[in-house]
């Protein structure tokens, strides 16, 4: 199983250039490999495009700060 938490599209904070090409990457990964990956990012619409082609799950998430929404997205029924 493997996990991955990128960095969320169009945040700030973190310190790392993260391209849309990477997701990208991400998302051909997840198609390749053979064993099971889950990927959580933030639910926008250039996330649900890019991974548009693997198992989608849509998660509100309350923070003291207010709520959220999040993609869990993964390469497994």
């Known amino acids: 199983m493997f996990y991955l ?10 310190g ?23 990927i959580s990012i933030n639910d926008i619409p250039e996330m649900r495009k890019i991974f548009k082609n693997l198992h989608i799950d ?7 700060l207010g709520s959220k929404r999040e993609l869990i997205v993964r390469n497994f029924a």
């Open 5 to 14: 938490d990128p960095p969320y599209w169009k945040t700030q904070g973190y």
């Open 16 to 38: 790392v250039a993260f391209t849309l090409e990477k997701y990208s990457i991400i998302d051909s990964l997840a198609h390749s490999i053979s064993g099971k990956m889950i």
């Open 58 to 64: 849509v998660v509100d998430l309350k923070y003291s």
